[in-house]
C-alpha cells in the first residue's frame, strides 16, 4: 500500500448540523433538539496509484462528494488519515482546514459559480501559480496562454471575464486553473453534469488528452455510470457514505457483484435500448441523518437477511483487484 | 465567442446607458453635481466669505432676500442676525457638510465593510459574536448613539466624523455581511481556498469585489444620512463649533426667528440639505436598481 | 397517429430584448396521440422548454406567442383568456416542472393542495375530493398515501415530491401533461422509479405525455416519437426507435455519437464542434451548418422539411440516407476537436 500515490486510510467524516442560537437556547432550558449529525463518510478505504483514474460513483447523499472534498484538502477527515506521498494532505487549525499541499487540485462540477464573475480569467488561472511561485508574475502571462490554449481555448480570450464564455468553455478555463498548479492529482466533482450532451463530449476528450499527456492521476467524481465507465480505471460504488463495490472498471461492468451495483445498473436508462420495462430499485434513499443499521441498503435489497439489518459488511476482497461489502460473498446466508 | 473583449471603459458605458433610463435619477444627480461643484467653487461662487466676522456689517442685518446690502450686491436669500449672507453661508455650510459625509460615509464604509467580511469569511463564534454586537447597535437608533458620543468625545470635526461613524458603520458591516455570507458558499470560493490561495487574498481579491455592489448602494444612502445627521447634531448644538458651521447649525441660527416671519434664515438652508439628501438617496435608488441581479438584461 | 389529443401548428414565441427580438421557437409543429409519449429534445437553448410554457400560456413578457396554433382535441387554446384558459389549464392539460415546488406550496399540507385543485375544476365534497386526492397519489405509486395527504411538501424527498406533482397533474384526467425535465434533478434509481410510473399511466389513463428532456436516453427508454429541436426549430421527428437507431439530422446523429455509454472505454468520442448559437446571432439559412460535417453550399438558405418512410421528417439540406446508418462511426472520423 505505501507506494500508492494517495492513501484514503479507514476515513470518515460527520457534519454536526449547527444549531441556532434559539435552539441553543432551548438546548440549556432541556426542550431543545439534539443535534443532529448527518455521517456523510464513513470508514473508506481507498489507495490511489500514480497515473490512474478512480471513478467515485453513487447517488445523492453516497459522500462521494464530501470524500472528493476530504481529498482535495478542503475538509478533514472526523476520523482516519488521507496520506499523499506519505503526507498529510490538510490540517484542522481551530474551526478552519488549512491546506497542505499544492499537488491535488479540484475541478468543480458548476463552471459557473466555480469562477470568480469578477476577476479576468487569465488572473484566474495565474493567481494560484503565481502566489505559489511556480511561475514569475511577469512570465504568467505566456504561462497562462499556453495553458489555455492547452485546453482548447484561444490565449487571448484571457483578459475576458467569465460570462463571456459558454458552459463548455468555462469548464475548460476550471481545467485550465487546476493544470496551473502543476498537480499530480486532479478531483474532478461532476465535471460534466452541468454541460449539454455534445459539450460533455469535448470536455471528456479533453480530459482524456489531458491524462495522456500529462500522465494524470485522477479522482472522477460522477453520478452517470457511462461517464465513469468511459474515463476510469477503476470505479468506486457509494452509497450512503460507504464504498460498497470497488473494482477495475470493465470487470465491474461486466459483472457487477453488490446488489446495489446491480440495481443501479438496472434503473440506468440507456440510448438504443429502446422501450423497455424499467426494473428500478423500489423505495427512497435513506437520509444520511439516520441511515438504516447494519447493511444501508437492506431495506432496498431483494436479498436482504437478518444478519444485513444487523451487521455492517466489511469490504471484502472477491476477486483480483475486486472488492464487495455483501454478506452474500463471505458464504453462509445473508 | 465573438463577443469583443470586455474593457472596464464599457462597463462603465453599460452603466451609464442603464443610469440613463430613469429622468429623474440623472436630473438627482445633476444636481448633485451641481451642489458639489457650488460647495467647492464656494470662495469663488460665493459673493461673501461668511466667516470673515471682519466683512460683515450689522446694518446688512436679517435683510430679505433681494435686497441690496451695504457691499453693493444683491442679498438672493437674505441675511441673517450677523449680516450673513445666507447664500455665501449656505456654499460654506455645504462644504462642511459634504466633507463630514463623504468622510463619515467612507470611514463608515471601510470599518464596517472590514468587520462583515471578517465575520461572514470566519464564521463560528467570530461571526456571532461582531454580528450579535452588530444586531444590539441597530436595534438603538442612530441619532441618539451619535448623541451620546458626541457629547463625550466634545466638539470638533474629527469627533463628530468618529461619532457618526460609529453610529453608522453597522449598516455597512450588516450589508457587507449578507451579501459576503452568500458569495461565501459559491464554489469559487472553495476553488480559491483549495488552490490553496492565502486567506487575506481570498478576503480581499474574491470576496469583497463580489460582495461590493450593495455596499455601494448602501454608502449613497449613508452619505446622505451622514450629512442628515450631522444636521441634527448641529442643530442640536451639538456637532460642529460655530466657527465651522454647517448646514445644521445655519438652520438652528435662524430657528429662533422662524416665527417672527424672517424664514429665510432657516428655510434656505433647510432647502439646500433637503435637496441633497434626496438627491443623493435617488441616485443611490437608481444604482440599486442597475445592480440588482435579479433585474433582467 | 390518427387521433391526436394536442397538436401545435406553427408555433412561434419571442422574447424582447436589449439587442431585438428572439425567435425562442420558431415555427414549432408537432402531435400527439392518446396515451403516446412524446420526447422532446434538445439541449439548452434550444427552445424545447419555452415551447412546453408556450403550450400552455405560460409566456409572460418581455415573451410572447407570436404565431400558430396549439389544437387542445381540435380546440385552440392559444386565443383563451382569464376564466376560459383557467378552466382548460388543470383540467384537460397540466404541467410538471423540473422543481416540484414550482407546483407545491410550502407552507400547505399536500392533502389541502390536492383538495383544492380537485375543487377547482369540479363541485365535490371535501371527502370525495380527499379521496380522489388519495388515489391520485396510490396510482402514481406513492405508499401510504393518507400519510402523505397529511405531510408538508419539506417533509418528503425529492423524487416523492416529483411524484406529488405528477399526481397533482393527473387528477383531473387531462388529456395531456407537459412534463418540463422532470427528473433531471432526481437520482438515477429514483428516476427509474418515475419513468416506470410515467410510462404505466400513459398506457392505462390514455393521458398523453410530451416529456421534455435534454437527456437522450431517457427519451429513447420512455418515448414512443421524439422531437429533436435545435435553436428553437424541430430539426428532426419520428418514432422513438427509429430515430435512435438511423438518425436523419446530422445534429441528431452527432448527439447521440457523442454519449460515452455507447463507445468503447477510453475511445476518443465523437464530438459536435463548436457550441450552441445564442439565438441574438444565429447563421442564416440552416442554424446547425457552423458545426454540421454534412454541411454545403445550400445550408446558408433555410433548410426544406425532408420527408421519409414511416412518416419520419428531417430539417435538412442533406440527411443521412438510411442505408449509411451507422453515424456512431462514421461521424467520428469528421469530427474533430473543438475550437
Not at chain 1, 293 to 298: I, P, R
Not at chain 2, 60 to 83: C, F, K, M, N
Not at chain 3, 213 to 221: F, N, Q, R, Y
Amino acid at each position: 500500500m505505501s507506494a500508492a500515490l494517495l492513501d484514503v486510510d479507514h476515513v470518515s467524516k460527520r457534519f454536526v448540523k449547527q444549531k441556532s442560537l434559539g435552539e441553543r437556547i432551548a438546548s440549556v432550558l432541556g426542550a431543545g433538539r439534539k443535534s443532529e449529525i448527518v455521517r456523510a463518510v464513513s470508514d473508506v478505504s481507498l489507495s490511489v496509484h500514480k497515473g490512474e483514474v478512480i471513478g467515485l460513483v453513487g447517488e445523492s447523499g453516497c459522500g462521494k462528494s464530501t470524500l472528493g472534498r476530504i481529498i482535495a484538502g478542503i475538509y478533514t477527515p472526523s476520523d482516519g488519515n488521507v496520506l499523499f506521498d506519505q503526507k498529510p494532505v490538510a490540517k484542522q487549525q481551530g474551526r478552519r482546514t488549512s491546506k497542505l499541499t499544492t499537488r491535488i487540485q479540484m475541478v468543480h462540477q458548476d463552471p459557473f459559480a466555480s469562477l470568480n464573475p469578477r476577476m479576468r480569467i487569465g488572473d484566474t488561472v495565474a493567481e494560484g501559480p503565481v502566489t505559489h511561485r511556480i511561475v514569475k508574475a511577469r512570465e504568467a502571462d505566456g504561462y497562462v496562454a499556453d495553458l489555455l490554449a492547452r485546453v482548447g481555448l484561444d490565449p487571448s480570450y484571457r483578459r475576458r471575464f467569465p460570462h463571456q464564455f459558454s458552459g463548455g468553455q468555462r469548464q475548460r478555463i476550471a481545467i485550465a486553473r487546476a493544470l496551473a498548479m502543476k498537480p499530480d492529482l486532479l478531483v474532478l466533482d461532476e465535471p460534466v453534469a452541468s454541460l449539454d450532451v455534445s459539450i460533455q463530449a469535448q470536455v471528456l476528450n479533453l480530459f482524456m488528452d489531458l491524462r495522456r499527456d500529462l500522465d494524470l492521476t485522477a479522482i472522477f467524481i460522477s453520478h452517470d455510470l457511462g461517464v465513469v465507465r468511459h474515463v476510469s480505471d477503476r470505479v468506486a460504488i457509494m452509497y450512503l457514505g460507504r464504498i460498497v463495490e470497488l473494482s477495475p472498471t470493465a470487470d465491474l461492468y461486466a459483472a457487477p457483484n453488490h446488489p446495489y451495483t446491480k440495481a443501479l445498473f438496472e434503473s440506468v436508462p440507456r440510448i438504443g435500448v429502446g422501450r423497455r420495462n424499467f426494473h428500478p430499485i423500489a423505495g427512497e434513499i435513506p437520509s444520511p441523518l439516520n441511515p438504516p443499521n447494519g447493511c444501508h441498503f437492506h431495506p432496498r435489497c431483494p436479498f436482504a437477511g437478518p444478519r444485513c439489518r444487523a451487521e455492517a459488511p466489511p469490504l471484502t476482497a472477491i476477486g483480483s483487484g475486486r472488492f464487495s461489502a455483501c454478506h452474500l460473498n463471505t458464504g453462509g446466508t445473508a | 465567442m465573438s463577443a469583443p473583449a470586455e474593457t472596464r471603459w464599457s462597463r462603465l458605458s453599460q452603466f451609464w446607458s442603464d443610469f440613463r433610463q430613469s429622468p429623474v435619477a440623472v436630473a438627482a444627480l445633476i444636481i448633485i453635481a451641481t451642489i458639489v461643484l457650488m460647495a467647492i467653487l464656494a470662495p469663488l461662487v460665493a459673493p461673501q466669505d461668511p466667516y470673515n466676522q471682519e466683512a460683515l456689517e450689522l446694518f446688512d442685518a436679517r435683510l430679505e432676500p433681494g435686497e441690496i446690502g451695504s457691499g453693493g450686491y444683491v442679498h438672493w436669500l437674505g441675511t441673517d442676525a450677523a449680516g450673513r449672507d445666507v447664500f455665501s453661508a449656505i456654499l460654506y455650510g455645504l462644504r462642511t457638510s459634504l466633507i463630514v459625509g463623504v468622510l463619515a460615509g467612507t470611514f463608515a464604509l471601510v470599518l464596517g465593510g472590514v468587520v462583515g467580511l471578517i465575520a461572514a469569511y470566519y464564521g463560528g463564534r467570530i461571526e456571532a459574536l461582531i454580528m450579535r454586537v452588530i444586531d444590539l447597535q441597530l436595534s438603538l437608533p442612530a441619532i441618539l448613539l451619535a448623541l451620546v458620543l458626541v457629547a463625550m468625545l466634545g466638539q470638533g470635526l474629527p469627533q463628530l466624523v468618529a461619532a457618526l461613524v460609529t453610529a453608522q458603520y453597522a449598516y455597512f458591516a450588516r450589508t457587507t455581511h449578507g451579501a459576503a455570507s452568500a458569495e461565501r458558499r459559491k464554489d469559487y470560493i472553495e476553488a480559491a481556498l483549495s488552490t490553496p490561495i492565502p486567506a487575506r487574498q481570498v478576503l480581499f481579491r474574491h470576496l469583497l469585489p463580489n460582495a461590493l455592489p450593495p455596499l455601494i448602494v448602501v454608502a449613497t444612502v449613508q452619505v446622505a444620512n451622514s450629512i442628515a445627521l450631522e444636521a441634527t447634531l448641529s442643530f442640536l448644538g451639538l456637532g460642529l463649533p460655530l466657527t465651522q458651521p454647517s448646514l445644521g447649525s445655519l438652520i438652528s441660527n435662524g430657528f429662533q426667528f422662524l416665527l417672527s416671519g424672517r424664514y429665510w434664515i432657516s428655510i434656505y438652508p433647510g432647502i439646500a440639505l433637503m435637496l441633497t439628501v434626496v438627491a443623493i438617496n435617488l441616485v443611490g435608488d437608481q444604482v440599486r436598481t442597475i445592480l440588482n441581479p435579479r433585474r433582467s438584461r | 397517429m390518427s387521433e391526436a389529443v394536442l397538436s401545435v401548428q406553427d408555433l412561434r414565441t419571442q422574447f424582447k430584448t436589449r439587442t431585438g427580438m428572439l425567435n425562442a421557437v420558431d415555427g414549432v409543429s408537432f402531435e400527439v396521440g392518446r396515451g403516446r409519449i412524446l420526447g422532446l429534445v434538445g439541449e439548452s437553448g434550444s427552445g424545447k422548454s419555452v415551447t412546453g410554457y408556450s403550450i400552455l400560456g405560460l409566456i409572460e413578457p418581455p415573451g410572447l406567442i407570436a404565431g400558430g396554433e396549439v389544437l387542445l382535441n381540435g380546440r385552440d387554446i392559444t386565443r383563451l383568456k382569464g376564466d376560459e384558459l383557467r378552466r382548460v389549464r388543470g383540467a384537460q392539460i397540466a404541467m410538471v416542472f423540473q422543481d416540484p415546488m414550482m407546483t407545491l406550496n410550502p407552507v400547505l399540507k399536500i392533502g389541502t393542495q390536492m383538495i383544492a385543485a380537485v375543487r377547482a375544476h369540479d363541485r365535490v365534497s371535501r371527502r370525495t375530493a380527499w379521496e380522489r386526492a388519495r388515489d391520485a397519489l396510490a396510482k402514481v405509486g406513492i405508499p401510504s398515501p393518507e400519510e402523505r395527504l397529511d405531510a408538508y411538501p419539506h417533509q418528503l424527498s425529492g423524487g416523492m415530491r416529483q411524484r406529488v406533482a405528477i399526481a397533482i397533474a393527473l387528477l383531473h384526467r387531462p388529456a395531456v401533461i407537459i412534463a418540463d425535465e422532470p427528473t433531471t434533478a432526481l437520482d438515477v434509481s429514483i428516476q427509474g422509479q418515475i419513468l416506470a410510473e410515467v410510462r404505466r399511466l400513459a398506457d392505462e389513463t390514455g393521458t398523453a405525455f410530451v416529456w421534455v428532456t435534454h437527456d437522450l436516453a431517457v427519451v429513447s427508454s420512455l418515448a414512443d416519437d421524439i422531437c429533436v429541436m435545435y435553436a428553437g426549430r424541430i430539426v428532426e421527428t419520428g418514432a422513438a426507435a427509429d430515430v435512435i437507431a438511423s438518425p436523419r439530422h446530422p445534429y441528431t446523429a452527432g448527439l447521440l455519437a457523442s454519449v460515452p455509454a455507447e463507445h468503447e472505454p477510453g475511445e476518443r468520442l465523437p464530438q459536435v464542434p463548436g457550441s450552441t448559437p445564442s439565438l441574438s446571432d444565429l447563421p442564416p439559412g440552416c442554424a446547425f451548418a457552423p458545426r454540421c460535417f454534412k454541411a454545403g453550399p445550400a445550408c446558408t438558405t433555410t433548410p426544406p422539411i425532408q420527408k421519409f418512410e414511416d412518416g419520419r421528417t428531417a430539417l435538412c439540406h442533406y440527411p443521412i440516407e438510411s442505408n449509411s446508418c451507422q453515424p456512431l462511426s462514421s461521424t467520428s472520423t469528421t469530427y474533430r476537436s473543438a475550437s
